[in-house]
């Protein structure tokens, strides 16, 4: 007499199926999550771009509509609410600010609380005059420059640092970079 032998149920799946579709949804994952990356980082990068974008249209607007094509000196440039720099080279001295991005309006460094600049140093292929992609500008505020005594007259944009922490405000470029990355903008 034969003793009844129970069939296994071949209704489900192997191990083998399973261990195939964990391995397809994990490089699946793992595509999206490098894309969903890359995408972010570029849209840091936009934000950064824009707010440059947005700094070198109130910079042309404050110019004209200020009187700072007068701003001559430390006495001139604070009537209208900007730093001096100095320097011998006549073309290197003029009046400077943080643009900011909140108000649209330039301020003086201590006004500014912090540093507004998302992009990493992570590539999200953005290019723009005066941005490094590579650079990181997390910590960073775009300082705006009037060149007015130069010959022609012109602006010069750029990210400094704005860290509590640092007296000085070095500027935002590539690591081993010998120079910043900068925009110039004659006006007249």
Known sequence: MKRGIKKLDTRGFTLMEILVVIAIIGILVAVSVAVYVSKLERAREATDIANMRAAKSAAIQFYYESG?????????????????????????????????????????????????????????????????????YRKGAINVAFHTLANPPFIRIAWKTKNKNVSSRPWVKRAGAKDFPKQEYPLE
């Open 68 to 136: 700072l094509r007068d701003v001559k000196d430390a006495t001139s440039a604070a009537a209208v609410g900007l730093n001096w720099y100095q320097d011998g080279n006549r073309k290197e001295c003029n009046a400077f600010g943080v643009y900011d991005i909140e108000t649209g309006t330039f301020k003086h460094w201590d006004d500014i609380k912090q540093g507004y600049g998302r992009g990493t140093t992570d590539d999200g292929g953005m290019e723009y005059l005066g941005y490094d992609s590579m650079a990181d």
